[in-house]
């Protein structure tokens, strides 16, 4: 399958936030569009110089909603007044970001690399800050903002500023950590992996808080064993603790996880399923399965049936606890994104209305975030719009249905998250 | 070579049967509280086993026939009743499972921290080289480190563990023979 040139295929929303203040900021490419209601304000249209040369790969917004910043692969740093998208200050790292996360009081926003450095710049001036950190190392903040994944598998929570204490290691992914998500007003994290499990963490304590769930099935990965004489062998390392009850190098990949604002709810995305995967979230017993947002084929109000296929690349929940998601696909007239809402309290996530002013801001974002894709010959159709620090670059192509090997070229990278100790 | 992704999946009663039942939980058993990283043929192993017979010792080693040798010299020890209940190897990476991502496998703020992490407030760093920029690469690091002190030469020199450090290793031994220089540095992990 593949789009023509006019046929309706757009780029894709890579990534997205929804502010406290009901902004909603979508990364198209390199661009950024901010839609308040149904006024939007893009970087696709403005005259004046664009900061960023290449995709945007991640964005994260203060707490109030009133500045967000944006990292691009282009090793570029921006940070915007909201919601009228006004840039405040421009900056830059020395190696490709992958991740961006800002304090919990606003005033300062840590960027990491791929290798797991970190650097700490002021806000609103993405002033960097020099006066931590090693001096011999562009003063990089030895840690890290209270957690950061690496690839080997675990979660290290470091206090920040002070980041070479390790408060903690979090332990229990069997693949490398995908995606981080705090947890509002509680100091929990909850993580998705590689192995295609999902757990909620205690900070600082690092300690598990219920069973790790597989995203899919909802059930228990069983755990192996690890004999002495394993210790002995020459085999090159294999990590053992719980395994996925489906085979291990599956796509079973969990790409995003987000926490609604009441703390009660957690939805995680899979890569190759078109679903969202919802779990009921509690403070002392961790995860329980609570059904799903079924996307493929789902037909929305405004009678759009969505593609058996629809790969949903982001979530989040905005403040009043709706779940919003971006869509990718090859079917022509897809939306970039969608929403949806319980309509009773404990009623099933139906998309919302098509008379609701959420529709409208949909359709405003569609408009103004509508980038014809661009594709070349060949192209594998899925590493367009990914997320950019899920993507390693390659130059084969894979078929679209050959689906471990498109996992395989997402290499894990560094992710980080900030979150305060404190519960308030 | 599986290893756990946690401390307590690991075979503590098969590693340490002395000291380690099969029903203790990990909660309530004794936990290794020195390590040699980098244990070469064992030397210091055997050495600090008779000074702390109740602490559990472990050594780490790459080297795939090394450590094998090291983990055979301790059950031949064992069988011969000359002790050596409290020790192990193990043939792992240190480097990767304290810091992965480092493309520096040397002495930096980072791998320091992940040292920080694994010693008790309190706990000692014990380093020995006959290399002088070795050792002044260490001591600049370790003392830029905000979590670890250097404790005088003179205040350690009667250190049990300093002295097999010094003395017991194969290096330490050769390094003597050829009338060599050794340098030390000993650090406490301090409180943050």
């Known amino acids: ?278 779990f009921a979230m509690d403070s002392a017993a961790g995860l329980a399965p609570a059904g799903s947002v079924e996307l493929g084929g789902a037909t929305l109000p405004d009678g759009t049936v969505l593609a058996a296929d629809v790969q949903p690349l982001s979530v989040t929940f905005d403040a009043a606890g709706r779940l919003w998601t971006s869509l990718y696909t090859d079917a022509p007239g897809t939306p970039l994104m969608a929403c949806f809402e319980r309509p009773e309290p404990n009623a099933p996530m139906a998309h919302v209305a098509a008379d609701s002013p959420i529709a409208a801001t949909l359709a405003a974002i569609a408009v103004a975030a509508s980038i014809p894709r661009d594709f070349q010959a060949g192209q594998d159709p899925l590493s367009v719009g990914i997320p950019l620090n899920q993507l390693r670059k390659r130059k084969k192509v894979h078929s679209p249905t050959d689906r471990t090997k498109r996992v395989a070229a997402r290499a894990p990278s560094t992710v980080l998250a900030a979150a305060s100790t404190s519960t308030n | 070579m599986k290893y756990p992704v946690k401390p307590d999946l690991y075979p503590w009663h098969e590693v340490y049967p002395a000291f380690v039942k099969p029903e203790m939980s990990y909660a309530e058993m004794p936990k290794v509280e020195i390590a040699d990283i980098g244990c070469g043929f064992g030397g210091l192993l055997m050495a600090l086993s008779p000074l702390f017979p109740d602490t559990l010792i472990m050594g780490m080693e790459i080297r795939l026939k090394v450590s094998a040798y090291v983990h055979e010299r301790i059950v031949a020890a064992r069988a011969n009743g000359n002790g050596c209940q409290n020790l192990a190897v193990t043939r792992t990476n240190s480097m990767k499972h304290l810091a992965k991502n480092h493309r520096r496998r040397i002495i930096s703020q980072a791998l320091l921290a992940e040292y920080a992490y694994t010693l008790r407030v309190g706990g000692m760093l014990y380093t020995v080289t006959d290399v002088l920029d070795l050792h002044q690469w260490m001591v600049e690091h370790l003392d830029a480190h905000p979590l670890f002190e250097r404790i005088p030469d003179a205040d350690v020199a009667d250190d049990p563990c300093l002295v097999a450090a010094m003395t017991k290793t194969e290096e330490g031994i050769k390094v003597a023979r050829n009338s060599g220089d050794k340098y030390p540095a000993v650090y406490r992990r301090i409180d943050a």
Not at chain 1, 165 to 172: D, K, M, P, Q, V
Not at chain 1, 207 to 218: D, F, K, R, T
């Open chain 1, 1 to 278: 399958m593949s789009c023509e040139e006019g046929d309706g295929c757009f780029e894709p929303v890579s990534l997205f936030c929804v502010t406290k203040a009901s902004v909603v900021v979508t990364a198209v490419g390199k661009h950024l569009v901010a839609t308040f209601g149904e006024t939007t304000t893009g970087t696709t249209t403005t005259a004046e110089s664009h900061p960023h040369g290449k995709r945007v790969v991640a964005m994260a917004a203060t707490g109030e909603g009133d500045v967000l910043v944006s990292v691009a692969a282009d090793k570029s740093i921006a940070a915007w007044k909201l919601p009228a998208l006004e840039l405040l200050a421009t900056s830059a790292v020395d190696r490709k970001a992958s991740g961006v996360a800002i304090s919990p009081d606003g005033s300062e926003v840590v960027v990491c690399d791929k290798v797991g450095d970190v650097f700490a710049f002021s806000l609103p001036g993405l002033v960097r800050r020099t006066d931590m950190g090693e001096a011999d190392r562009g003063h990089r903040i030895v840690g890290h903002v209270s957690m950061v994944t690496d690839v080997a598998f675990k979660v290290r929570l470091s206090e920040y500023p002070k980041s070479y204490n390790i408060a903690e290691y979090c332990l229990g992914h069997t693949q490398f950590v995908a995606c981080l998500a705090t947890v509002p007003g509680a100091p929990l994290l909850i993580s998705g992996g590689g192995d295609g499990n999902v757990a909620v963490w205690r900070v600082p304590t690092g300690e598990q808080v219920g069973p790790m769930l597989h995203a899919i099935s909802g059930t228990k990965p069983t755990p192996l064993a690890v004999h002495n004489h394993d210790m002995a062998s020459g085999e090159p390392f294999v990590p053992v603790g719980h395994c996925t009850h489906t085979d291990p190098e599956s796509d079973s990949m969990v790409t995003c996880v987000a926490v609604a604002p009441d703390a009660a709810l957690v939805a995680a995305i899979v890569s190759g399923h078109p679903t969202v995967y919802l």
